[in-house]
């Protein structure tokens, strides 16, 4: 599976990362060069996320982004002056051929990846389209999905991310066991480390989070298998328009992604990375 210049084939982590909405030109153009330039330094493939329509708020006065027209306008200028793939998400079938001209990944929300006509409609754009395992499904059920992408000519343009499951009211909890079963389905699978450590709704009129644990759910993913991690990034989440709660800051993005790759490494090709470090402890001996 290519996107873009990259091959999405296990042999790297793949980084799709971004702000949870567009809130204007300069935030998400900061935020792209500082992750293109974080992943470049780990030889990452790096997709940038944004989102034009935030249309499943908690409540009806939250901010939802600029809107279609306008959304796509930005993540086109993003994608020419960054060159860098863009992934976004489209909630009702007509969002997706005019997405599909600009995007390189469609998103199929979580609370939308059982419905029929969005899939088939992302499907027939031929993109690649990431579709997040809804809260209320069991990872094995995802395989129902992408059989139904398949029937609509998606088969092999299929990407699957975890993003928690519900427990009980206004929490989720991940199950690292769904990275392996949905990894079954031969589509490369994603961990969402920031919207798993949401709490939807838990602030009354909007949903709170607990970021300080998306790293190291991240950490766990990338140890469980994961082939790609998907995070939320902001220079300032606690005045961030949309998820601020969940969202990484985006000065501790490059030391994640240094671990996460080390993780990768370690998991992906062990004897490799077991001569790295016997490497290292011999140079060490030698200064001394």
């Not at 395989?143 to 000519?153: E, L």
């Amino acid at each position: 599976m290519k996107v873009g210049k990259h091959e999405l084939d296990g042999k790297k982590l793949f980084i799709i990362a971004g702000p949870c909405v567009l809130e204007n030109e300069e935030t998400p153009k900061r935020i792209a060069a500082r992750m293109k330039e974080a992943c470049a330094a780990q030889g990452l493939p790096f997709v940038f996320k944004a989102s034009f329509d935030k249309a499943n708020r908690t409540s009806g006065k939250a901010f939802r982004g600029p809107g279609i027209d306008e959304g796509l306008k930005q993540l086109e200028a993003i994608k020419k002056e960054f060159e860098v793939p863009i992934l976004t998400d489209v909630h009702l079938p007509e969002h997706c051929k005019p997405a599909a001209e600009v995007a390189d990944i469609l998103q199929i929300p979580a609370f939308l990846c059982r419905q029929t006509d969005l899939l088939e409609a992302a499907a027939k754009t031929g993109k690649i389209v990431n579709i997040k395992k809804g809260q209320f499904l069991a990872p094995w059920d995802m395989k129902q999905v992408v059989d139904k992408m398949s029937t609509f000519g998606a088969e092999g343009k299929v990407i699957l991310t975890e993003r928690g499951a519900s427990f009980g009211y206004n929490n989720l909890v991940s199950d690292m066991r769904s990275i392996a079963i949905m990894g079954k389905t031969g589509c490369p699978i994603v961990f969402d480390a920031t919207h798993s450590v949401q709490l939807p709704g838990g602030s009354g009129d909007k949903s709170g989070g607990q970021r300080e644990f998306a790293p190291l759910l991240a950490r766990a993913a990338v140890a469980a298998g994961a082939d790609g991690i998907f995070a939320e990034t902001h220079p300032e989440p606690d005045k961030a328009l949309s998820d601020g709660p969940n969202m990484i800051p985006l000065v501790a993005m490059p030391a994640l992604l240094r671990i996460l790759n080390a993780l990768h490494e370690l998991v992906s090709n062990p004897a490799k990375a077991i001569e790295a470090v016997e490497h290292e402890q011999e140079e060490s001996e030698k200064d001394k």
